[in-house]
Nanobody, 115 residues
Framework: QVQVVESGGGLVQAGGSLRLSCATS????????MYWYRQAPGKQRELVAF???????NYANSVKGRFTISLDNAKNTGNLQMNGLKPEDTAVYYC?????????WGQGTQVTVSQ
């Protein structure tokens, strides 16, 4: 059974930084891709960034230049470095790990950015 756990969320002032982590446990052979989504209150879940197992990355326009996604294939973990945070980045952030054609989701971590 594969489990995914996000951590690193919290309360930060606008302009600050947070580093989210996505850890996996259980039998997972390799990560094909890791996705970070977020969902703000009253809004749909949106894709923030993803990285493939080979290291290709893609970002939502709203976070491009501020967020950096990374993946440690050896440890099957990943991070989302968030700099220059804005109040509109406030949301629950979810990690989605894709492996062998299956998606494994974490429970999410809250990020709150104050003015």
């Amino acid at each position: 059974q594969v489990q995914v756990v996000e951590s690193g969320g919290g309360l930060v002032q606008a302009g600050g930084s947070l580093r989210l982590s996505c850890a996996t446990s259980g039998t997972i052979f390799s990560i094909n891709a890791m996705y970070w989504y977020r969902q703000a209150p009253g809004k749909q879940r949106e894709l923030v960034a993803f990285i493939t197992g080979s290291g290709s990355t893609n970002y939502a326009n709203s976070v491009k230049g501020r967020f950096t996604i990374s993946l440690d294939n050896a440890k099957n973990t990943g991070n989302l470095q968030m700099n220059g945070l804005k109040p509109e980045d406030t949301a629950v952030y979810y990690c989605d790990v894709r492996s062998n054609g299956r998606d494994y989701w974490g429970q999410g971590t809250q990020v709150t950015v104050s003015q």
